[in-house]
């Protein structure tokens, strides 16, 4: 061995250790690089809330719906809209001597619907000057086709009034389809050769009552309305006949409980009931 040499079994190691931390570093920085590329490429796309049109069989994009109209479209159309398209009263003096307050009343429903409106209930308040309710009644319309309207008439009967009725309140409650499938159809009930007198206590409307019914109709109610020479109603009365045969005709009439003055004209309307 040379004069100055190192022994062999002390060589100098640290260009080894240098050379091995420059692999380990090299190995771990590759590592890093892969482990990071690694998670771009394996990242799931986010959600979209957005979808690509589909088109027709021609390829264009069909037309957005509306989700509240394809609701509404899906829903039954037909309606039984029940309203009082016209009505008046009139204050009088009434009873035996005709000392008496009385007032008499009279109104007209339309059902402006597509379907027939069955058990309807109605009812007529009667307010003073200082809107203080004096009296009421309720009245029932059995049947009311599309389209059609009956007039209600009557007056506030076993009332003593302390002073005039100022104005009338009519509520109109929903209808019912109780009873639907007892109704026929076709039909109808109309009076003509309508004729009122007065005496002293009464009024008496006669007229004669037509049914297109295939059927029997029983007990159906009869109105009268009357109105003034400007066509105004002044009240009604109501009642009511024994039957109508099928197809056939017969002889109504009407009575009021007092005599209502300044009649100048009479209508007659007819509810069949319940069949």
Request: hydrophobic share 35%.
């Amino acid at each position: 061995m040379p004069p100055g040499a190192a022994p062999t079994g002390n060589q100098n190691k640290t260009p080894l250790y240098i050379a091995i931390a420059v692999v380990v570093a090299a190995a771990l920085a590759g590592l890093i690089v892969v482990l990071a590329g690694g998670d771009d490429d394996d990242e799931p796309a986010s959600p979209t809330t957005e979808q690509a049109p589909t088109t027709t069989d021609d390829g264009a994009a069909p037309v957005e719906e509306d989700a509240t109209a394809t609701t509404e479209a899906s829903e039954p159309s037909g309606d039984a809209a029940v309203a009082v398209v016209e009505s008046g009263f009139s204050n009088f003096m009434g009873g035996f001597d005709q000392d008496e307050r009385a007032v008499a009343y009279g109104f007209i429903v339309e059902n402006s619907g597509d379907e027939t409106a069955t058990d309807i209930s109605v009812t007529v308040s009667a307010y003073d000057a200082s809107d203080t309710a004096v009296a009421s009644e309720s009245h029932t319309i059995y049947v009311l086709r599309p389209g059609e309207k009956i007039g209600i008439g009557d007056e506030f009967f076993g009332d003593t009034f302390a002073t005039d009725v100022a104005r009338i309140d009519i509520q109109v409650g929903e209808p019912s389809d109780y009873g639907m499938e007892d109704v026929p159809d076709e039909g109808a009930l109309t009076a003509e050769g309508i004729t009122t007198t007065a005496s002293d206590y009464d009024l008496t409307t006669t007229f004669t009552a037509r049914s297109t019914y295939a059927q029997q109709v029983d007990s159906p109610y009869a109105y009268a309305i009357y109105r003034d020479s400007g066509g105004n109603i002044i009240g009604g009365s109501t009642g009511y006949l024994d039957f109508i045969a099928a197809n056939g005709t017969t002889a109504g009439e009407v009575s009021s409980w007092e005599a209502i003055p300044n009649v100048a004209g009479t209508e007659v309307y007819l509810d069949p009931g319940w069949f």
